[in-house]
């Protein structure tokens, strides 16, 4: 535009009027939608990697189904809003997370379709419902799909080819050495182990005279596969819970741009890291009994922690990570206040441990988050903040 | 600091501030001279309006303002090309200097009061009644704050940079006046010379420089008082209750202006910007000129939908060009068809961010369902006038949903019970 182009003055009654404030810093609900789908992506990539094209069969199937059954629903309601679908793509690319990539296809579909349907479109949509939809959509393929969803076997791809293998057949792993070393001919794509998850819930076989801290030594000895491991993910699992580095970057990510609050993880980690010193284990002695033993974050061997690196297996294990950092910080099923934000991440901690420690359930991060979303209205009651110059007063709603 | 040019014709409203109007004292056809008495204050809490310029009173009719509407004005023509020029404005110090010691608040409330000073603050008062209310109250801490009250105003920057010597004046005066205990400057830290150089200016005087982050809303009084001095301020009370006098920076040069040389207040230094303003920058404006005179002046880059008289916060937007300037304009944004954005309200999604960031601890969604269900007696127990109204609600809500309207709106309507 040049210089010397000269702008009129705005018309006698074309000015906007209206109340302050005229700034706005937000741009509406999209860009929301828009970070978990880039947190969500690297988790995505990440099982690309580790899985290949199966990850992205499941993905497919699930934002397809997702997105179908959104756009139907706004369409026999007609009641369009422009970001619904935004939010069922978010819930197609986090339910493909939480699944392992050899699922059939039938599982995507049942269980997309059931968290859009009940979980997102008919509480109302985004903002009015209480339970994640992506865990909606989980436990219920849990609850019908139990063998496809936690299979005894899980896949990963071997060395040499990732990211381009098949994930097919496969060889077993019976004891684990690291991913990386151990001895398979070239021709195998596919290496078949029990994720450490399985084995942390499981009572841990041992004789009467064991003590603490050796029999922890023989789990993380003979039984789980070397810790580094279950960071890159080469252990197996779902397509988002098994690289837990991919998790942590798409966490920072949320940190940063403010929608996971640190209260939460802080509370979450914490509450879990001491639940599981404390927490009897299981034990299955060789005459079929069950005993428990307590503490067992406490127990060393011939001077050293191993009860620590027990604990840090049930951080990585399985889907804590991925239901704390990309699926608990959802706007809309968590608490209000930093305040409430703690206390979630508490229940989501304790809950998590509580279930697969000493109940043995699988998947008990799922279960964690639902028990945790339910308890929302309780911790926003709860939680109010304090109000400016008032004291032992609270507002009444 | 720009020039800007004595415009053809003035409208002096008598309402410049939050209060009633002033008294006209002139007639039609009369020649007034620069700061010359031509409104009244009539009745408590109403404000002298002097002649911005030498002229001739051609009319008396209504005009709009930012905050007003068909406000009593007088129409003055300039006759005199206005002597915006600083160098002629300092060679007017009269010879009357006061001491550096002014111990009685009356006659400091007075001669601010002659001069027709307001707070510049935001609702604008009297500083006559505010110095007066100060004393009666035996406040002993003074706050001046220099934090922009938004993050759009620039003028304080500007005077600390200009008048540290009517500032420190001036704060001396406050100081003995109301026997103060201690003078707090509030500065803004990320400009560490210019703290440190008000640090050194100050050694030896009772003001004492806290440097402050200038995060929006720091600068307002509420949040001042608890900052600096720890004390927050009870429900439905102001600063002066819990015994702090705070003083927006303006107040100072406006004061010393005052007493030294007479000089009422007639003009004000407005922060002219936003994206469709081709020369922004800082000008001395005259109470009384109108916007289109302005619009002429800094002329346009982009064409104008939106004209902001205040902040991109708490300011009020100016619904015709023939309203003018009063006593309240502390910057003026012109907003473009692009930066002006319509907010498309959603359902509430229930992220949380608005009762996180709200500085008072609300919960303007809570208030917001108070409005929109028609049934403000409830929102007493949510105590809406803790709110500062400083629009941060509204900033941060992804809905985009008119929380802080709402929030003003209850205050309107709910009688302070506490």
């Given at each position: 535009?040049?210089?010397?182009?000269?702008?009129?003055?705005?018309?006698?009654?074309?000015?906007?009027?209206?109340?302050?404030?005229?700034?706005?810093?937000?741009?509406?609900?999209?860009?929301?939608?828009?970070?978990?789908?880039?947190?969500?992506?690297?988790?995505?990539?990440?099982?690309?990697?580790?899985?290949?094209?199966?990850?992205?069969?499941?993905?497919?199937?699930?934002?397809?189904?997702?997105?179908?059954?959104?756009?139907?629903?706004?369409?026999?309601?007609?009641?369009?809003?422009?970001?619904?679908?935004?939010?069922?793509?978010?819930?197609?690319?986090?339910?493909?997370?939480?699944?392992?990539?050899?699922?059939?296809?039938?599982?995507?579909?049942?269980?997309?379709?059931?968290?859009?349907?009940?979980?997102?479109?008919?509480?109302?949509?985004?903002?009015?419902?209480?339970?994640?939809?992506?865990?909606?959509?989980?436990?219920?393929?849990?609850?019908?799909?139990?063998?496809?969803?936690?299979?005894?076997?899980?896949?990963?791809?071997?060395?040499?080819?990732?990211?381009?293998?098949?994930?097919?057949?496969?060889?077993?792993?019976?004891?684990?050495?690291?991913?990386?070393?151990?001895?398979?001919?070239?021709?195998?794509?596919?290496?078949?182990?029990?994720?450490?998850?399985?084995?942390?819930?499981?009572?841990?076989?041992?004789?009467?005279?064991?003590?603490?801290?050796?029999?922890?030594?023989?789990?993380?000895?003979?039984?789980?596969?070397?810790?580094?491991?279950?960071?890159?993910?080469?252990?197996?699992?779902?397509?988002?819970?098994?690289?837990?580095?991919?998790?942590?970057?798409?966490?920072?990510?949320?940190?940063?741009?403010?929608?996971?609050?640190?209260?939460?993880?802080?509370?979450?980690?914490?509450?879990?890291?001491?639940?599981?010193?404390?927490?009897?284990?299981?034990?299955?002695?060789?005459?079929?009994?069950?005993?428990?033993?307590?503490?067992?974050?406490?127990?060393?061997?011939?001077?050293?922690?191993?009860?620590?690196?027990?604990?840090?297996?049930?951080?990585?294990?399985?889907?804590?990570?991925?239901?704390?950092?990309?699926?608990?910080?959802?706007?809309?099923?968590s608490p209000l206040t930093s305040r409430g934000h703690a206390w979630f991440g508490f229940i989501i901690g304790v809950v998590t441990i509580m279930l697969r420690v000493l109940m043995g359930m699988p998947a008990s991060g799922y279960w964690a988050l639902i028990i945790a979303n339910t308890m929302v209205g309780v911790i926003n009651r709860t939680t109010k903040r304090r109000i400016f110059g008032t004291w032992r007063v609270k507002p009444v709603y | 600091m720009l020039d800007f040019p004595s415009p053809a014709v003035l409208w002096v409203p008598m309402i410049q501030h939050d209060g009633p109007a002033g008294c006209m004292v002139v007639d039609v056809g009369r020649e007034v001279e620069r700061g010359e008495l031509i409104g009244e204050a009539a009745e408590a809490g109403s404000l002298n309006v002097h002649a911005p310029l030498t002229g001739r009173i051609a009319g008396i009719g209504h005009v709009d303002t930012a905050r007003a509407f068909d406000v009593p004005a007088i129409q003055l023509e300039p006759t005199e090309s206005k002597g915006v020029d600083e160098g002629a404005r300092e060679t007017r110090v009269s010879s009357s200097t006061l001491p550096d010691e002014l111990k009685d608040i009356e006659l400091l409330a007075d001669l601010a009061d002659g001069a027709g000073l307001t707070d510049f603050g935001l609702p604008t008062v009297g500083l006559g009644d505010k110095l007066r209310r100060a004393a009666s109250k035996g406040v002993r801490d003074i706050i001046i704050n220099t934090i922009p009250a938004e993050p759009t105003l620039l003028v304080t920057k500007l005077l600390l940079a200009k008048y540290l010597d009517d500032i420190i004046k001036a704060t001396q005066w406050l100081y003995s006046a109301l026997d103060a205990r201690r003078v707090w400057l509030a500065m803004d830290r990320s400009d560490a010379r210019q703290v440190t150089g008000y640090r050194s200016a100050t050694s030896g005087t009772p003001i004492r420089v806290v440097g402050l982050s200038n995060k929006y809303p720091q600068g307002s009084p509420t949040l001042l008082t608890k900052v600096v001095l720890g004390r927050e301020i009870p429900y439905g009370q102001s600063p002066i209750d819990v015994g702090v006098l705070v003083l927006e920076l303006e107040v100072l040069p406006a004061l010393v202006s005052a007493v030294r040389r007479n000089e009422p207040m007639v003009d004000r230094i407005v922060t002219v910007g936003g994206p469709a303003a081709k020369r922004p920058g800082n000008y001395r404006i005259c109470v009384g000129t109108r916007y289109a005179d302005i619009l002429g002046y800094v002329g346009l880059s982009h064409s104008v939908v939106r004209i902001i008289d205040g902040g991109l916060m708490k300011g009020a937007s100016v619904k015709s060009l023939d309203a003018v300037v009063t006593k309240q304009t502390s910057s003026i944004m012109l907003l473009d068809q692009d930066t002006d954005r319509i907010p498309n309200p959603g359902p509430c999604i229930h992220c949380g961010w608005c009762q996180e960031d709200c500085p008072a601890g609300l919960d303007p969604m809570a208030l917001l369902d108070v409005v929109e269900r028609g049934c403000p007696s409830e929102a007493k127990s949510l105590f809406p006038h803790a709110c500062i109204e400083c629009g941060l609600c509204s900033y941060v809500c992804p809905a985009e949903l008119p929380l802080t309207e709402a929030v003003v709106e209850i205050k309107q309507k709910v009688s302070l019970d506490v």
């Open positions: 535009m040049s210089d010397n182009q000269v702008i009129p003055l705005p018309e006698p009654g074309s000015l906007r009027s209206g109340a302050s404030p005229y700034w706005r810093g937000v741009p509406g609900v999209v860009p929301i939608a828009a970070t978990f789908l880039l947190a969500a992506s690297i988790v995505i990539i990440s099982g690309l990697i580790l899985f290949g094209w199966n990850t992205l069969r499941v993905l497919a199937i699930s934002v397809a189904v997702a997105l179908l059954v959104e756009s139907t629903f706004s369409l026999l309601t007609r009641r369009t809003r422009s970001w619904s679908e935004a939010y069922a793509l978010l819930v197609g690319v986090l339910f493909a997370c939480t699944l392992p990539p050899t699922v059939n296809w039938h599982v995507p579909v049942v269980g997309a379709a059931f968290a859009i349907m009940l979980g997102q479109v008919l509480p109302g949509g985004v903002g009015n419902y209480i339970w994640h939809p992506v865990v909606l959509g989980r436990i219920a393929v849990q609850i019908l799909f139990h063998d496809q969803v936690t299979p005894k076997w899980s896949s990963v791809l071997a060395p040499g080819h990732l990211l381009w293998g098949n994930l097919d057949g496969g060889q077993e792993l019976s004891t684990l050495g690291s991913w990386g070393s151990y001895p398979v001919s070239q021709d195998v794509q596919t290496l078949l182990s029990v994720p450490p998850a399985e084995h942390l819930r499981l009572p841990i076989i041992t004789e009467s005279g064991v003590s603490n801290g050796e029999m922890i030594a023989g789990l993380v000895r003979d039984i789980l596969p070397p810790w580094p491991d279950t960071l890159f993910g080469v252990v197996g699992g779902g397509i988002g819970e098994a690289c837990v580095i991919a998790v942590i970057v798409a966490g920072l990510l949320l940190l940063w741009r403010g929608f996971l609050r640190w209260p939460m993880v802080v509370a979450a980690i914490v509450s879990a890291v001491v639940l599981t010193a404390m927490l009897p284990v299981r034990i299955l002695l060789a005459d079929g009994t069950m005993a428990t033993r307590w503490f067992p974050g406490l127990a060393g061997w011939e001077g050293l922690p191993v009860g620590l690196v027990y604990v840090c297996y049930h951080l990585t294990a399985g889907e804590f990570l991925l239901v704390l950092l990309l699926l608990a910080p959802d706007p809309s099923s | -």
